[in-house]
Nanobody
């Protein structure tokens, strides 16, 4: 069973930056995309950013220009650089990996709290 382990969450003031990283416990083959979702209290989980195997990226409108997703294919890791953070970015962030065979893996979540 593949496990995704996230790191890098924490507390930051508005306008600050954080970097989230996610590593797989073993190699994952036939990855379609790797990415990040988030869930704020009382809200549904939403896509933040994802990066496909060919390098194409998707971002939520609310984070465009502030967040950058990147991946290391050789190491099966994905990262999320978050700049100009806002209080509304406060949420639990989940790493997600989906394969071309529709295997769907989730991390345990990393808390990001942005104070005003």
């Amino acid at each position: 069973q593949v496990q995704l382990v996230e790191s890098g969450g924490g507390l930051v003031q508005a306008g600050g930056s954080l970097r989230l990283s996610c590593a797989a416990s073993r190699s994952i083959f036939s990855i379609n995309y790797m990415g990040w979702y988030r869930q704020a209290p009382g809200k549904q989980r939403e896509l933040v950013a994802r990066i496909f195997s060919g390098g194409r990226t998707n971002y939520a409108d609310s984070v465009k220009g502030r967040f950058t997703v990147s991946r290391d294919n050789a190491k099966n890791t994905v990262s999320l650089e978050m700049n100009s953070l806002k209080p509304e970015d406060t949420a639990v962030y989940y790493c997600n990996v989906v394969t071309t065979r529709y295997d769907n893996y989730w991390g345990q979540g990393a808390q990001v709290t942005v104070s005003s």
